[in-house]
């Protein structure tokens, strides 16, 4: 049944997921559905179950060296699989943000983040310092404060650009200038792969000066 489940938001959206729609995908009476989970919201924890699940496949066959300097490359490549994973379910975030308690297999990919990290010399404090620091981009993907949308594009952009430079002249600069090469190869307008790498070789390369300091 979950599976089933993370079929219909990957193929229609996680908005579509009704209770009803997943007992047409089963094949099976909506309230039959009832026998196995008291509601929807306990679907949706199982759909994390199993996104977490799918993380922790693809991270448990990395096989990088994690001591000492070599903790960071491991690290990094631990947080770009899970969002590889996310990547094929893009509504997925949403959820995570959404549960009130947080599922097993989240804890066992923490875990093993931290074992990365505490074979590369942090002290427990560190580590906690540090997922607090990577915040969701530990589990690979950003949660933003806002939504720019879709940008306008060709003669309307530049009318959008032109009407908003007196009063947002630093902004409109360096929007004029700042080319996000393929918008749509990701998610959202500018080009999110390329600035969630960015974002997170800051962090990564900020925590390896803090290990060799404290």
């Known amino acids: 049944m979950l599976r089933a489940a993370v079929g219909v938001a990957d193929e229609r959206g996680i ?71 996310l990547l094929r379910h893009p509504w997925a975030p949403r959820v995570f943000v959404s549960r009130t308690s947080t599922s097993a297999g989240i804890l066992e990919y923490y875990d093993g983040l931290l074992a ?47 009407g908003m430079a007196e009063r947002f002249p630093h902004l409109v600069g360096m929007l004029a200038e700042v080319a996000h090469d393929d918008p749509d190869s990701t998610l959202g307008w500018c080009d999110a792969q390329t600035e969630f790498e960015f974002g997170l070789d800051l962090i990564l390369e900020g925590l390896d000066r803090m290990r060799d300091t404290v």
């Open 15 to 85: 908005e579509s997921l009704t209770m009803r729609r997943l007992a047409d995908v089963l094949d099976a009476e909506a309230m039959s559905l009832y026998h196995h989970v008291a509601n929807k919201e306990e679907v949706l924890d199982g759909v994390v179950d199993v996104i977490a699940a799918e993380i922790n496949e693809a991270v448990g066959r990395l096989t990088l060296p994690t001591k000492g300097a070599r903790w960071k490359p491991a690290a990094r490549l631990r947080v770009l699989t899970a969002r590889e994973v």
């Open 116 to 162: 990365i990290m505490q074979a590369g010399g942090f002290s427990h404090d560190l580590c906690h310092r540090a997922l607090h620091t990577l915040g969701s981009r530990a589990l690979g993907f950003n949660q933003e404060l806002f939504d720019p949308g879709d940008a306008p594009t060709g003669p309307e952009a530049a009318a959008a650009m032109a």
